[in-house]
């Protein structure tokens, strides 16, 4: 693994010094100093500089008061985003800040007007992806997952295949001790707590060590220790010469000082960017001086919403426009520089800065691989792409990726049927779920498989089987999968894996669960109920109860792939009503209104209804038992051409039932899988 490269830091006095490491990494006074260099041991390795620069830059949506207008939300604002600083995007609600944060990161590419450069280069988005993490505000994590389980999937799949196994995982390692979760490798995420969710959110970007970071809110939920330590790591991370830009709604004093800059807006327009230090002297020369013992955070924050005035607030906006803050900042940068020419480090004047890089390490860039550091071609880091045509939410081909196709399938699959086996609602509670209606329904229509008085109630059995398979395939599907849906988008945005590697993945994990739990629940009832003791019959029977929970988990998926969590549990069932209701059991197909016949062809559970009917009854079954007279008209269902004929599935075709229900399975697998691109570009 990586060598790691230790930061270095300018020590004029012993005693400052102490306290500014100390307020940084959470020493006191009585600790040791072997305890604060096992803290800066396990700094991550440096990155080349990358800057980002934005030029009038226009952000609009459809404006929902009317149908041709748009509300204009960023209104050309230009800025500049240093690497070794640690940047906050500050405003009120609806000032812009998150959308300028997803415009930034990639994560909105349409409606959007002007320049995003990197290294004063047009940006290539795919390019920039590669070398860029979104940390989202929510820690959508996968919560039957370790947090060692869940760091080496994220090197398997982010870092080179060709790196050893052993490099990756002690990367993994280094990271952990890092971040402080080196004790909690071995818990699930689930049982995490939220600074610990947010370090590991974290962790899992960190693991190809990209020099530009986006945090959402990265503060929210946690309380004051762990916030505190959240922006100390945000600023370790920054010292590392790479770019730290995150949202931040309303940090405490302390936290706002820790800042290097800050990007103020207020309405989609700028009202100040520069150094956090020189904020308050600079409203001071506006006229608008921060009241003694207030957060400086509270108070421009107060500015911005216009609890002061709206004629403040243009006053700013004009200030930026008309260049007033950039004469203002350059003469204090050129004031401060003649002020601290003998040292590095200063003391309340410069809070925030609390480590300094010594000059001296920019002088050579390192990527470090293997455990070797080699130099790296500044071009390297935004390379070209051929093709980028596809990167608008979209699948990209698997080689754009660190890893193959193959590869990321493989991962996917063992993280996957991981977490199903460890889901107690995926597999205990469904194979109980399976096996206790098995037995119900065995008890309640025990032995009438080959009583000819009671063909009906067999009908009514072999159809209340195929309904009990459809619901019990479709609504965990449609209950779980959005749930995880927000995880895709988040680690396919950060260039994990393609989509086709993650829905393939998804959907086979899950495939031999949906074939076991079928046969065990089928096999159960098929012998319970006394159906034909043919060996091909119960074959037959088994695999359209294997199809049908097949094609209700692929409905189930793609119903969940298509809507919001909220909306797929209502839609689950009600699309089986129809369903239901065509399948030819309600009622016959020639008594259906014929504008309204079309509909039974689109009946999955019709096809497997009359396939189950056609192996019980057809290809010339002996005659039933019939303990009545054998001219009395209960006995008329001897023979089983009578039993398909007066259900109304005399000329149908066992071969043509089976092909139907593979050509549903296959339609709803691929529609699923366009359902599933479609959302991630509708995210963007």
């Not at 009585?30 to 096992?38: G, L, P």
């Not at 590419?109 to 320049?115: L, M, Q, R, V």
């Not at 000082?257 to 009202?271: K, R």
């Not at 096809?607 to 009917?613: N, Q, S, T």
Request: with cysteine; net charge negative.
């Amino acid at each position: 693994m990586a060598e790691l490269l230790s930061v270095h830091v300018h020590i004029p006095q012993k005693d400052d010094v102490w306290q500014l490491k100390s307020q940084c990494l959470g020493l006191n006074r009585n600790s040791s100093a072997h305890q604060f260099d096992n803290k800066l041991k396990y700094d991550l390795p440096r990155k080349r500089n990358l800057d980002i620069e934005f030029r009038d830059l226009r952000y609009s949506v459809k404006d929902g008061h009317h149908k041709k207008g748009r509300k204009e939300i960023l209104k050309s604002i230009s800025g500049r985003f240093k690497s070794g600083e640690l940047t906050a995007i500050m405003g009120p609600s609806g000032a812009g800040k998150s959308s300028l944060m997803n415009i930034l990161a990639g994560y909105r590419t349409s409606g959007i007007e002007g320049d995003i450069l990197v290294k004063g280069k047009t940006r290539n988005l795919r390019s920039f992806r590669k070398y860029s993490c979104y940390i989202m505000q929510d820690d959508h994590l996968l919560p039957h997952l370790s947090v060692e389980e869940a760091m080496m999937c994220s090197a398997n799949l982010k870092l080179d295949e060709s790196m050893p196994q052993a490099d990756k995982e002690k990367e993994v390692h280094d990271i952990l001790e890092t971040l402080g979760l080196s004790e909690h490798k071995k818990t699930r995420a689930s049982n995490l707590s939220g600074g610990q969710r947010k370090r590991l959110s974290i962790a899992l970007e960190m693991v190809n060590n990209p020099p530009i970071m986006f945090f959402d809110e990265p503060t929210s939920g946690l309380d004051s220790s762990a916030c505190f330590q959240c922006i100390s790591l945000l600023k370790n991370l920054a010292a590392g010469g790479r770019a730290i830009i995150c949202t931040i709604h309303q940090p405490s004093a302390k936290l706002f000082m820790m800042f290097d800059h800050l990007y103020m807006l207020a309405d989609g327009e700028v009202v100040y960017k520069g150094g956090v230090k020189h904020l308050l002297p600079y409203l001071k020369s506006m006229g608008l001086e921060c009241p003694p013992y207030n957060n400086p955070a509270d108070y421009v924050m107060e500015l911005t919403a216009g609890d002061s005035g709206e004629d403040n607030v243009n006053m700013l906006m004009n200030s930026v426009k008309s260049g007033n803050l950039d004469k203002f900042l350059a003469n204090e940068t050129f004031n401060n520089s003649n002020r601290s020419s003998k040292s590095s480090i200063n003391t309340e004047s410069e809070v925030g800065d609390c480590i300094q890089i010594d000059a001296s390490e920019n002088t050579q860039l390192l990527a470090v691989s293997n455990g070797n550091a080699s130099y790296i071609p500044a071009d390297d880091f935004m390379k070209d792409d051929q093709d980028n045509s596809s990167d608008m939410g979209g699948d990209n081909e698997c080689h754009t990726f660190n890893t193959s196709c193959f590869t990321q399938f493989r991962i996917l699959f063992i993280r996957t049927f991981m977490s199903i086996m460890r889901d107690e609602t995926l597999t205990r509670l469904r194979l109980i779920s399976h096996l206790c209606m098995a037995i119900l329904i065995g008890l309640l229509y025990l032995g009438i498989g080959n009583e000819a008085t009671k063909v009906l109630n067999n009908a009514g059995c072999l159809f209340v089987c195929m309904l009990f398979l459809m619901f019990s395939a479709l609504m965990p599907t449609v209950l779980t999968f959005p749930m995880e849906l927000t995880v895709c988008v988040r680690e396919h945005l950060n260039y994990w894996y393609s989509l086709k590697a993650y829905y393939l993945a998804k959907t086979m994990a899950d495939m031999p669960f949906q074939i076991i739990f079928p046969l065990i629940y089928g096999s159960i009832v098929y012998w319970m109920t006394s159906q034909p003791s043919d060996f091909m019959r119960f074959v037959m029977f088994l695999t359209l109860a294997t199809q049908t929970s097949l094609v209700a988990q692929s409905l189930g998926l793609l119903i969940g792939a298509a809507t919001s969590l909220q909306v797929a549990v209502f839609l689950g069932p009600v699309t089986g009503i129809p369903l239901l209701l065509f399948s030819g059991f309600f009622i016959n197909f020639d008594t259906i209104p014929i504008y309204l016949q079309w509909i039974s062809y689109m009946s999955y559970i019709g096809y497997a209804f009359e396939g189950v009917l056609q192996a019980v009854y057809g290809f010339d079954r002996e005659a039933l038992d019939c303990e009545k007279a054998a001219q009395s008209p209960e006995c008329r269902y001897v023979e089983s051409e009578n039993v398909l004929s007066d259900l109304d599935v005399s000329d149908a075709k066992f071969y043509i039932d089976f092909i139907a229900l593979c050509v549903f399975f296959i339609v709803l697998r691929v529609s699923c899988y366009f359902v599933l691109r479609w959302r991630v570009k509708a995210q963007r």
